[in-house]
């Protein structure tokens, strides 16, 4: 699981680095199934290498979230759900951020994004 973290943790900082947008999600309890379905089959182990080739603009994979299952990437190009426009009083969401809510809403995962715009790495979540 370490390495599974450290994959995550490079990949994101350098793709924060060259301000490339991501959202990854990482199944906790509640099983993402019927997200992974919406998306391309990947089950790889994580490694950074491969969430930064994923994310890279252009590719065929590169829109939507990835969804990490243990140490296996899941599914890429996956269809999360997206909180409502508004939902956050008095914030201004892109779709990645829409998305991170969205899809914590209704599980346990935990999902970090990285801004196209500014590089900023955050962990989005709905409110308890």
């Known amino acids: 699981m370490a390495r599974t973290v450290e994959g995550i943790i490079t990949a994101v900082t350098e793709l924060s ?3 490339i947008g991501a959202i990854i ?33 252009g590719t065929p994979l590169h829109d939507m979230a990835v969804i990490v299952r ?10 999360l759900p997206l909180a409502e ?3 956050i009083d008095g ?8 998305a991170a809510i969205g899809i914590t ?10 801004s ?5 790495i955050s962990l989005p979540r709905a409110e308890s």
């Open 25 to 57: 999600v990482i199944e906790k309890r509640v099983a993402l199934g019927e997200f992974i379905e919406t998306g391309v089959r990947i089950d790889a182990r994580v490694t950074a290498e491969l969430l930064k080739t994923i994310f890279q603009p």
């Open 70 to 79: 243990g140490d296996r990437v899941a599914a890429a190009r996956v269809q």
């Open 85 to 87: 426009v508004g939902s």
């Open 116 to 120: 196209e715009e500014t590089g900023a």
């Open 91 to 98: 914030v201004e969401l892109g779709s990645r951020h829409r």
């Open 105 to 114: 809403t209704g599980s346990d995962a935990i999902c970090l994004v990285v």
């Open 17 to 19: 680095a060259a301000r």
